[in-house]
Each structure stands twice: as C-alpha cells, then as structure tokens.
C-alpha cells in the first residue's frame, strides 16, 4: 500500500470519530463497546500523521508548525469521545464542547475577572516583585553582609506555603486586588534575587580583570560584563516568575475578594457544582499564564542570540 493512500486511511479513520461523537447519544460506548476500537484507530492514526511531519525536510519544514495543534485535537477529540460515551458526570470532569460553551456564553464575567487577577493583581505584584529583586540583587553583588543575610532568608521564605502567607496580606491590605499583588511580590522577590545575584557572579575572571586593564567605570563592568552574563539567569526567574504570579493571586483570592476574579469564581463556581465554568475559568488562566511565558521566551530569544545556547541550536538546524 502506497503511503498516499495509507495517510488517506489515517484521515478517514480520524474523521470516523469525529462523526461518530458529533452524531452519537450520550453514552454510546455503553451500548456499543466496541466503538471504542475506532478511537484506537483514530489515536494510531494521528500517530502516525504526526511522525510523518516531523521528518519533513525543505520546503515543508514550515507544516512542522501544525505539530501541537493536531496533537491537541486529538487530546481533545479523546477527552470528548471518553466523556461522552461513557456518560461521565459533568461535575467529575466536563466534556470540552461544554467547556467551550461556558466560555462563549460567558465572555463579560470572565474578562472582568481577568482584568481583576491578572492586569491588576499579577501585573502589579510580578513587576514590583521582580524588579525589587533585580535592584537588591544588585546590592547584595557587592556587599557580602547582605549576601549572607539575605540568602538564608531566601530559601525561608520559599519553603513558606501560599496559604499561610495570603490571609496574612488580606488583613494589612484589604480584599481588593493590592493584597494579592503583595502575595506575587513575596512569591516572586527570591527567585529573582536568587537568580540575578548568581548571574552577577558568574562573570568569568578573564573578563573582570579585562574590564579593569581598561580602566572601565563600574557602570561600564555592569552593562558590559556582569549584566550580559546575568541575561540568561534573569530569564529563567522571568519565566519562572510569570507562573507563581499567577498562581499565587488565584490561591490567594480564595481568602477574600471582592465578588470578581478568577480564584473568586473558581471557589464560588465549585460551590455551586458549575464545573464547566470553573473549567473555563481554567483555561482563561491557562491561555493567560501560557501567553506571558511564551513572550518572555521570545524576548529571551531575541536578546540573548549571541549565547552559545542559541548559536548551538541554530547551528544544529
């Protein structure tokens, strides 16, 4: 068999379930259990798709794109055909379509959440949280006092659970959105401090004393020497950053807020056994969280193309 008619076989195979959930009743694994045999088939077959891209050469390297999302659509049509045909409760774990419906029809209230938590909340604290890291970092580069104080403090404070210090940060701060962004500030402080000050003291002997033959200012060593060397450190709190912020405001409005965001209607949404909403609240959360790593991660890119991480890539391909 020729591999056009076999990959023709493979789509047909995909398309079967694809129609066989959109046109079949709730529960029809039940009453046919061997429908779930084509499920396999479709799964086999977008496995094979998928291997055939990813050895695609030249002028086709391009479609490697398409990659992730068909191998989400196959989650996803898995996750329907399972929900569906086995008639799971939707308060267990709802079906993705209804997932999406939640979404849809509930665009206003989501939005005002996500102004809520994350351009009020998240933005504030991850921004003050790690631009007060870089600044101590850069301190505590030069003062070993400080070094030796702030270190051991650093690892106590990241061993401190979310949930002891948020109630805490409601009661000075109030229910509104400046206590969550105090909460993103403690969480998001160390790792950026931490990372920053081993960037700054990774800078190579050769180079320091490089720096001092030509008499450079310390502004000159910053800019030039220690900050480049620090780029890749500072990303990676960047990065790691962006998750805890956000993590850090939803866990922390289950203490108290006002009747908006995204930790609000999540608890109150599960409370109310409305598990589609809570699941699209999810996804806001997701997209969200997803979005900020992937441009921090094309900034980093960007910026450090000189690094012999990015010039070994590269090269590579």
């Known amino acids: 068999m020729s591999q056009s008619l076999k990959n023709t076989l493979y789509i047909a195979l995909i398309l079967s379930q694809v129609i066989i959930v959109a046109t079949s009743e709730i529960g029809f694994y039940k009453n046919l259990p061997l429908l779930i045999l084509v ?56 079906a993705p379509s209804n997932i999406f419906n939640a979404l849809i029809n509930n665009i206003p209230m989501l939005w005002a959440d996500f102004k809520q938590t994350y351009l009020k909340a998240v933005l504030a604290g991850y921004i003050i949280g790690c631009s007060s890291g870089f600044i101590v970092a850069q301190w505590a580069a030069r003062s070993q006092v400080l070094r030796d104080g702030l270190m051991p403090l650093g690892n106590f404070m990241s061993a401190i659970p979310i949930v002891g210090i948020a109630p805490i940060m409601v009661m000075w701060f109030g229910f509104d959105w400046q206590s969550k962004a105090a909460v993103i500030v403690v969480m998001t402080f160390f790792p950026m401090f931490i990372n920053t000050l081993t960037g700054l003291q990774s800078t190579d002997a050769l180079h320091k004393d490089l720096m001092h033959t030509y008499a450079a200012k310390k502004s000159q060593i910053f800019f030039k020497n220690q900050l480049p060397h620090a780029l890749p450190f500072i990303f990676n709190a960047l990065k790691l950053n962006s998750a805890l912020a956000l993590i850090g405001a939803i866990v922390a409005e289950f203490f108290g ?20 909403l809570v699941w699209a609240t999810i996804v806001v959360a997701a997209i969200a969280g997803s979005l900020s790593y992937g441009a921090l991660a094309l900034l980093e890119k960007s910026l450090l193309f000189w690094h012999p991480s990015y010039r070994e890539g590269n090269n590579s391909r």
């Open 39 to 94: 499920l396999i088939a479709a799964a086999f077959s977008m496995a094979m798709l998928l291997g055939q891209l990813t050895n695609l050469e030249g002028k086709y390297k391009s479609i490697k794109a398409l990659i992730p999302t068909l191998f989400a659509f196959m989650l996803l049509l898995t996750w329907e055909s399972v929900i569906k045909g086995y008639a799971v409760s939707p308060i267990l774990m709802p």
């Open 257 to 276: 807020t006002p009747i908006v965001g995204m930790g609000f209607r999540i608890s109150t949404e599960v409370g109310r056994m409305n598990m589609d």
